[in-house]
């Protein structure tokens, strides 16, 4: 019974997770705002369920050596429990207010939370307790992590969507063959980087004016390119250049590989990282579609001062191309280029073992070379040329692969599309919809652009867009194999 | 210097498609329609184009062996200069009768028509001469001619879009080594059946009720796949169930592959075409889609008889569906999945071997093999499992080539839509008109839907269109690979 033997392990993780929860009350108990009761109940009632689960160790035993099937379905149970759990203090707090929110929304907010998505169907966060604001940021910041660990370690380990060509950079502290002890070494070096880079942000943002609190909340959504803010007009608030020009600075780099950030610090050597191709790929792209969108903003005369063009270009393109969602202000006025130009950019620009997602700048690459290569395979057909991603040669098996995750990732967008078409959505809603899901990055277009949110939608385009984010997070195919026959057959 | 040495070859194709010019100047002069002064001129002009190509054979000689390379170069050619001749009689005529009509227009209306597409910038057709009416309708019947004969015997020698695995069901005339003998022999096999069941399509139609020169004209756009009419109405015009239902019968034949009809004739084995895997894949798409969305018009009340529904839908899905691009109505005002989801066939259902255009069934089901092993291999690493396509193993080098085209395919869909954006085009618009055109379907949504037209795209706007029904025809790479510095090397 494999669900029994993962149980052990997802109970330590649900307990640790519940420990997190000390973090909001801790600052709901300094600021007395209200919320200082959800927490207890919601730490308490995590901490039981980890517990319940964690017992099943008296089942299967304390020596269950956890296998490739294993991770799989852990990672899927992770994903989709800890959603449950960190709704908790949501539903406590606005129960105990007498305001109501249904389950749908808490599932939804705290998937979108952990998801890094920074979709929301909370208005009014203004008027929010700080320590609720806090809770919903704070869960973006560590859905990172995981997401870094998963990224880096875990994935690449079963090989969905060729990503075992990624870890190539990081191969340094990864000698061990046995699943457990392989990702603690990499989620150490990758935590410790995450965390430094995370301190200097929260601290870049403070001296640049934001509150204390602020600056931890907008630190957590930034590092995390998550993007939930504690102000209904998102970064636009503080109207502030200073601060944009830091969050263009800090999205950049957390677009980027946090393992070569690691293996770069390791060797003392930072020409690593620009040396990296996938890293070039990825600001090359981000600070270039910029620079466009600021030339097209100049010409169509929608900024006038060029500086200011630039900088409302490059932190709004930056913003929706690296997945983290913030905006100073409805780009959807813009000439209806540039925000499908963000969105689409949204879809390839991060790169594998950030925060980030969608497809991922090294798949990308891959691709063009593989196109390149079969152009010329037309003219000269016994030509044989491998592929090469940083030097190293890519083999076909591995190339389909990728091919075929970005072929999935199609799908999954035109087939969650079409399910929301089918509840009248009109189609660009639908589209953007879907696709600001599944790149965990945010805002679409119309009622769910940067000017509305996702408050409207019914229960069940709530629940698709869940799955939308969980499916994309998981790179698809990690979690749909779970509901294949194939998976659960010994 | 390679363009010099397709010359002579593509100077008999001219000459030769001048030729089928004296088809609709026939009609004109039989009919005294008007136009019958057009048609002179443009033969002349078509003419003496193809002898001074021709011409060619004294600097390169007589007996120029043509490489793969130069079998590109003259579908490049042949594809870009045809519709520039067929032009011809639409600009004379129009000139003659004092209306304005640009090359732009008349350009995009002969791509639309050798294309198959079926997108036109005319209105008032009632009113057009019948033999103008029958030069659009018969460019698109030779159209299916030559894309027959690309499809199954050129683009698989050139191997594009790993287009080689779809020939295995015509293997039978295909032994011969040399490039000309085996394309004259597949040419013979395919055209003789597209002739017959032409024949057949024509006498059902004026059986069912049309007159002479509409059932010639819209047999020429159904066999062809092609959706011009005769009528502003288009099939709606005819207001026929019976009608619609022989074009219903017929579309669905035409969406098979043409190769197969032949061997299953050739070897008296009708049960061949039932037991092949790819016909079962189209006709079920295209069946169970009509289905699904005559129960989703009966649900919502948009129509209330189940057999109206059921002849609707089948009519209005498969139309669209099989690329043809007829309508009976705006479906456009129908419940917003139904369109989206008649565009989305367009893309994937009709078959290799067709005179249908997008992804073809072929590749299709090739991706949910690919998906499906992708899926066993993350849950059982080790294991090995080629993918089958009718009764043979794929390799990874084909598949990757299968992938990667669909991928291309995506990405000039994207691409080009990007590009109408920037002319200030609408999203759903431009993305409709895109994929409209790579498809070689004809109408898309809004203003280019089947209520309205492409007459109101600027100049701009219609070349990218134009671009796109090319690059839709020829498999995209085939056409691409041209631009590329590679080609033009020795
Ligand atoms: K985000
Ligand atoms: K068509």
């Not at 490739?68 to 379905?73: A, H, N, V």
């Not at 998801?115 to 700080?130: I, S």
């Not at 006038?304 to 780009?331: C, E, K, M, Q, W």
């Not at 925000?339 to 090294?362: E, Q, R, V, Y």
Request: proline content about 4%; overall charge neutral; some cysteine.
């Amino acid at each position: 019974m494999p669900l029994l033997r993962v149980f052990p392990v997802l109970g330590v993780i649900v307990m640790v997770f519940s420990a997190t929860m000390c973090v909001p009350l801790a600052v709901a108990w300094l600021m007395q705002d209200g919320a200082v009761r959800a927490f207890p109940l919601a730490i308490a009632a995590t901490f039981a369920l980890g517990l319940a689960l964690r017992s099943a160790v008296f089942v299967v035993g304390r020596n269950v050596e956890l296998q490739t099937r294993d991770g799989i379905l852990l990672v899927g149970l992770v994903w989709t429990l800890l959603p449950f759990c960190a709704s908790f203090p949501l539903l406590i707090h606005f129960a105990q207010e007498g305001t109501h929110f249904s389950f749908t929304d808490a599932y939804f907010e705290a998937m979108s939370g952990l998801t890094t998505t920074g979709a929301t169907v909370l208005t009014g966060l203004d008027a929010l307790p700080g320590s609720i604001n806090l809770w919903r940021c704070f869960l973006q910041w560590l859905g990172g992590m995981g997401i870094l660990v998963l990224a880096v370690a875990i994935l690449p380990m079963l090989g969905v969507g060729g990503s075992q060509v990624f870890r190539a950079e990081a191969t340094g502290p990864m000698k061990e063959a046995k699943l457990t002890p392989r990702i603690t070494e990499t989620a150490k070096g990758l935590w410790s980087v995450y965390c430094g880079l995370s301190l200097a942000c929260a601290l870049a943002y403070w001296l640049g004016g934001m509150s204390a609190l602020d600056a931890w909340a907008h630190m957590f959504t930034t590092m995390s390119l998550g993007g939930l803010s504690t102000h209904d007009n998102s970064f636009g608030y503080f109207a502030s250049p200073t601060l944009e020009w830091i969050a263009i600075v800090f999205m950049l780099i957390a677009s980027g590989n946090f393992a070569l950030y690691f293996v770069a610090v390791a060797k003392r050597s930072p020409a690593r990282i620009v040396h990296d191709q996938e890293w070039r790929g990825t600001q090359v792209l981000l600070v270039g579609g910029s620079v466009f969108v600021a030339i097209l903003l100049l010409a169509r005369g929608v900024i006038t001062d060029p500086l200011d063009a630039l900088r409302t270009a490059l932190f709004n393109v930056v913003s929706i191309g690296s997945t983290t969602g913030y905006a100073t202000l409805d780009y959807t006025t813009w000439p209806v280029f540039a925000p499908l130009f963000m969105i689409l950019l949204s879809g390839i620009a991060t790169s594998a073992g950030s925060t980030g997602a969608g497809i991922k700048m090294a798949r990308v690459l891959l691709l063009l070379k593989q196109a390149r290569r079969e152009m010329s395979r037309s003219i000269h057909p016994r030509m044989v040329r491998p592929v090469m991603l940083s030097g190293h040669a890519v083999d076909n098996g591995t190339l389909l692969s990728v091919l075929g995750f970005m072929l999935l990732y199609g799908g999954t967008i035109i087939g969650l599309t079409m399910t929301l078409l089918l509840s009248d959505m009109p189609f660009d809603t639908a589209f953007s919809a879907v696709v600001a899901s599944v790149n965990n990055m945010g805002p679409g277009l119309g009622p769910v652009g940067p000017a509305g949110n996702f408050q409207g939608l019914s229960d069940f385009q709530t629940w698709v867009c869940t799955l939308a984010m969980l499916l994309g997070r998981l790179e698809i195919l990690s979690f749909l194999v779970l509901f294949t026959p194939g998976f659960w057959r010994r």
